[in-house]
Structure formats: C-alpha cells, structure tokens
C-alpha cells in the first residue's frame, strides 16, 4: 500500500468569495486537504509561516504580491527534512498571483521528489491553476506527475465527490 503525504497551504479569516471579503473559519485549500486524507489517507503537513500575513485580506495580497516580485523565501514554523518514506505527494494551495503562496516554495525547494508522484490541487476565485504545473515541475525534479485539478474556492465545501474521485485516480493511475 503506498504511503501518502498532503502538503497544503490554506488561509483562514478573511478571503475573497465570489466577489466578496467574507470570513472564512477554515481555509478552502485546508477542507481539500481534509478530503484527501478521508479518501486516500495520508499525513497533513499545513505549512505555516513564522511571520504571519495580514488578516486584511487586501494587505495580504498585497504581501503575496510584493514576496513573488523579489522571490521571497518566507521562513516557516517547520520544515520537512526527508519525505522518503512516502510515494505520492498532494500538494494544495491557494492561486496567489498565479502561482503558490512563496512560502510553499520555501518548503519544496528543501525536498528530494526523486521517484515520488506529484499531485497538485489549486483554489481559486477564477484564475485556475495559473502557472502552479509549471512551477511544480521546475521544483520538483525527477518526479512524476500525476493530473492536477482547480476547485473554485467557493465550491470548496460542495467539492468532496470531485475531490475523492481525483484523488483515488491519480493513486490508481
């Protein structure tokens, strides 16, 4: 039986929802990753930055945007060191200027992905998956990848079935 991992980056409080600043108690990309881990099982890894961003959700974009100018590293509360022990890796993430949060890559950069299989799950609010594929495969040397899915952040809540499905595919295939 393989070994999974989720890696996710989700944003609680306030976030944009079909054109509105709503609070959320829980993260869009966070509840994805929760319905992986029904589905599939595996382990959580939430990354977790120790500078925290802004509760606004306007200053925080502005934050996203200003660290994917420079090429921020943001330092994170934990790392992973080794993910040897496991064969498919999820990793999940809101779209932020068309990529992953810069505190996702502070994470991937560190990993060996040599023989793992990738997945990739983006929330949006219209951007889709924006140029995360791309991105994933610059980072993620020699692995394999397998189909990557966009869920509305909206729809996050309503996406379980898609969710489970997807997730069960890319572990068969």
């Not at 961003?53 to 420079?70: F, G, H, M, N, P």
């Not at 040397?141 to 189909?147: C, E, I, L, N, Q």
Request: charged share 25%; proline share 2%; net charge negative.
């Amino acid at each position: 039986m393989s070994k999974n991992l989720i890696v996710y980056y989700s944003r609680r409080g306030e976030n944009y929802v079909n054109g509105n600043i709503v609070d959320l108690p829980k993260g869009n990309t966070e509840i994805c990753a929760e319905y992986i881990q029904n589905t599939v099982g595996g382990d959580l890894f939430e990354v977790r930055t120790v500078n925290q961003y802004s509760a606004d959700y306007t200053k925080c974009t502005e934050q996203a945007k200003q660290e994917l100018e420079v090429g921020a590293r943001p330092k994170l509360e934990k790392y992973l060191d080794d993910i040897s022990e496991y064969d498919n890796v999820f990793i999940l993430s809101p779209c932020w200027w068309g990529t992953y949060p810069m505190a996702v890559f502070s994470l991937l950069e560190r990993l060996n992905f040599k023989g793992k299989k990738v997945m990739t799950l983006m929330t949006h609010e219209g951007s889709g998956m924006g140029s995360s594929e791309r991105d994933l495969r610059r980072l993620c040397t020699g692995a394999v990848f397998g189909t990557s899915m966009a869920v509305h952040g909206a729809d996050a809540e309503k996406s379980e079935n898609a969710i489970a499905a997807w997730a069960k595919k890319n572990i068969a295939d």
